[in-house]
């Protein structure tokens, strides 16, 4: 099974940017679609992005032109870059890996991201 551990989150302002890392572990990661979800305080963990193992990307509307998702397959990680931040991107960050030949996923352990003034 793959273990996942993210990086980045942190506080920054409304317009702000930061970059999400997740680094994978102990399995074959181009063998893995990847995705970031987010969970806000009283809120569903909703899917905010998606990149399949041949590196097709696709995103939540409310994030549509401001995130990005990307993989390197020879680091085995995935990033998000967050770009133009809104206070309702408040939320922790999670990893998730599934593995298309096995179907088997896994979580990593979030990261939080504060967007405030």
């Known amino acids: 099974q793959v273990q996942l551990v993210e990086s980045g989150g942190g506080l920054v302002q409304p317009g702000g940017s930061l970059r999400l890392s997740c680094e994978a572990s102990?399995?074959?990661?181009?063998?893995?679609?990847m995705r970031w979800y987010r969970q806000a305080p009283g809120k569903q963990r909703e899917m905010v992005a998606a990149?399949?193992?041949?590196?097709?990307?696709n995103y939540a509307d409310s994030v549509k032109g401001r995130f990005t998702i990307s993989r390197d397959n020879a680091k085995k990680t995935v990033y998000l870059q967050m770009n133009s931040l809104k206070p309702e991107d408040t939320a922790v960050y999670y990893c998730h890996a599934l593995s298309i030949t096995t179907m088997i996923a896994s979580w990593g352990q979030g990261t939080q991201v504060t967007v405030s003034s």
């Open positions: 990149i399949s193992s041949g590196g097709s990307a």
């Open positions: 102990g399995t074959i990661f181009s063998t893995y679609s």
